[in-house]
T-cell receptor, first 116, second 117 residues
C-alpha cells in the first residue's frame, strides 16, 4: 500500500513569505503528526491531529499552524517565514491517537524548506 | 518534561563486528521507547519499541534493544553490522503514563552509524 506522501518535496521561499505543506497519510490512518528536523535542534514535535482536531501542540510560535481534513489529509502552514524556519518538515501517520500500546509512526520523506 | 540523550554523535564499526548505539531517557511516567532509522533523503523508519515486558526487544533487520530501568537506558544493538546499516539512528520516548500525550514523541539528537567494510 502507498506510504505517507508529502508535497512538495523541496521548496525555496524568501523571508516574510508563507508556505503550505501537504501530507497524505496511509489509507486508514487517522492520526497525523508533524515534526521539524534541523541540524541544530534535531527533531522537534510541531503538532498532532486526530479526526480533524488538534490534539497536541509543540513549543512553536503561532506562525506555525495546521489542519486536518475529513479524509485525514493534513496541511501545515508557516507564515512570515524566518531564516530559522529552514528545515526538513516530516509528517507521520498512525492508526490511532496515542492508544495504549504506543503506536508506530510511519513517516513520509519530508518537505525540505529553504528560506532565503 | 521528558528528554532523550544520545551521547555519541557518531559510532564507527567494522562490518561483521557487533554494534551498540547508546540512548538514555528521562520521563515522569512509564517510558514508551522507540528506535527509528533515517537513510539519506528519506523519512524515519521504525525499528523497534519497548512498552512493557521482556527487557530485550527484537526488531527489524536484526536489531535489538535492551531496556534498563535502573540506568534509564535503551541501547540499540546488533550482533554483526552490515555496511548497509550505515545511517542516522534516533531514540525516542513517550510518557506512557500520560493519556494526553498522543503520538507526541521526544527524540534524541541522533547518532550517525558508519559501518566500514
Amino acid at each position: 500500500k502507498a506510504g505517507v506522501t508529502q508535497t512538495p518535496r523541496y521548496l525555496i521561499k524568501t523571508r516574510g513569505q508563507q508556505v503550505t505543506l501537504s501530507c497524505s497519510p496511509i489509507s486508514g490512518h487517522r492520526s497525523v503528526s508533524w515534526y521539524q528536523q534541523t541540524p541544530g535542534q534535531g527533531l522537534q514535535f510541531l503538532f498532532e491531529y486526530f479526526s480533524e482536531t488538534q490534539r497536541n501542540k509543540g513549543n512553536f510560535p503561532g506562525r506555525f499552524s495546521g489542519r486536518q481534513f475529513s479524509n485525514s489529509r493534513s496541511e501545515m502552514n508557516v507564515s512570515t517565514l524566518e531564516l530559522g524556519d529552514s528545515a526538513l518538515y516530516l509528517c507521520a501517520s498512525s492508526l490511532l491517537q496515542g492508544a495504549s500500546g504506543a503506536n508506530v509512526l510511519t513517516f513520509g520523506a519530508g518537505s525540505r524548506l529553504t528560506v532565503l | 518534561a521528558q528528554s532523550v540523550a544520545q551521547p555519541e554523535d557518531q559510532v564507527n564499526v567494522a562490518e561483521g563486528n557487533p554494534l551498540t548505539v547508546k540512548c538514555t531517557y528521562s520521563v515522569s511516567g512509564n517510558p514508551y521507547l522507540f528506535w527509528y532509522v533515517q537513510y539519506p533523503n528519506r523519512g524515519l523508519q521504525f525499528l523497534l519499541k519497548y512498552i512493557t515486558g521482556d527487557n530485550l526487544v527484537k526488531g527489524s533487520y536484526g536489531f535489538e534493544a535492551e531496556f534498563n530501568k535502573s540506568q534509564t537506558s535503551f541501547h540499540l544493538k546488533k550482533p554483526s553490522a552490515l555496511v548497509s546499516d550505515s545511517a542516522l539512528y534516533f531514540c525516542a520516548v513517550r510518557d506512557g503514563g500520560n493519556n494526553n500525550a498522543g503520538n507526541m514523541l521526544t527524540f534524541g539528537g541522533g547518532t550517525r552509524l558508519m559501518v566500514k567494510p
